[in-house]
Antibody
Framework: EVQLVESGGGLVQPGGSLRLSCAASGFTFSNHWMSWVRQAPGKGLEWVANIRGDGNEEYYVESLKGRFTISRDNAKTSLYLQMNSLRAEDTAVYFC??????????????WGQGTLVTVSS | QTVVTQEPSFSVSPGGTITLTCGLSSGSVSTNSHPSWYQQTPGQAPRTLIYSTNIRSSGVPDRFSGSILGNKAALTITGAQADDESDYYCILYIGSGIWLFGGGTKLTVL
């Protein structure tokens, strides 16, 4: 059974840093692109970043480039999101998601339950 | 700056049919946009409904269907039920490794 379990969320002061983790199990982790998606309170979903299965290709939403870094450890089957210079507007639930692939199309096929990050003094 | 557009809200009667759309502020949606649809209820993770334009995810009732209508991706619910009341999101591939979600549609069944 595919499982994605996020951790590392919490309360952090503006300007601070936080590292989120996503523990993956039930599938060959290195075979899949992975992603972080966030959702601010009462708002919609926002794609944050993608990372290729071997970790050698990354993409980010333009607004977060330079502050957030996605990474992975395939030996530990874990995905990470390093978040620096945090702002109040980064307050959100952060979801880890797996990319599936079918008929030349990519899509999210599994989601974690999310971890809440609150940026506040 | 490209924006993915969705209707902010929609209302449907039980048993009714409704079509939600997912468009691009500049350009047309095609299968190359990798359109997929997700359902989310408050406090829950999203659930995958439709991928590759029109393929239902495992366990999704056949009252949900996906298509391309004109220059947009579309999600149609035929015979809406009370528990279809949720938020619905689409995501599209914009290019150069970038993906964008639409703003979501809040569906009310009443």
């Amino acid at each position: 059974e595919v499982q994605l379990v996020e951790s590392g969320g919490g309360l952090v002061q503006p300007g601070g840093s936080l590292r989120l983790s996503c523990a993956a199990s039930g599938f060959t982790f290195s075979n899949h692109w992975m992603s972080w998606v966030r959702q601010a309170p009462g708002k919609g979903l926002e794609w944050v970043a993608n990372i290729r299965g071997d970790g050698n290709e990354e993409y980010y939403v333009e607004s977060l480039k330079g502050r957030f870094t996605i990474s992975r450890d395939n030996a530990k089957t874990s995905l990470y999101l390093q978040m620096n210079s945090l702002r109040a507007e980064d307050t959100a639930v952060y979801f880890c998601a797996r990319w599936g692939y079918y008929n030349s199309n990519y899509f999210f096929d599994y989601w974690g339950q999310g971890t809440l990050v609150t940026v506040s003094s | 700056q490209t924006v993915v557009t969705q209707e902010p809200s929609f209302s449907v009667s039980p048993g009714g049919t409704i079509t939600l759309t997912c468009g691009l502020s500049s350009g047309s949606v095609s299968t190359n946009s990798h359109p997929s649809w997700y359902q989310q209820t408050p406090g829950q993770a999203p659930r995958t409904l439709i991928y590759s334009t029109n393929i239902r995810s495992s366990g999704v009732p056949d009252r949900f269907s996906g298509s391309i209508l004109g220059n947009k991706a579309a999600l149609t619910i035929t015979g809406a039920q009370a528990d279809d009341e949720s938020d619905y999101y689409c995501i599209l591939y914009i290019g150069s490794g970038i993906w964008l979600f639409g703003g979501g549609t809040k569906l009310t069944v009443l």
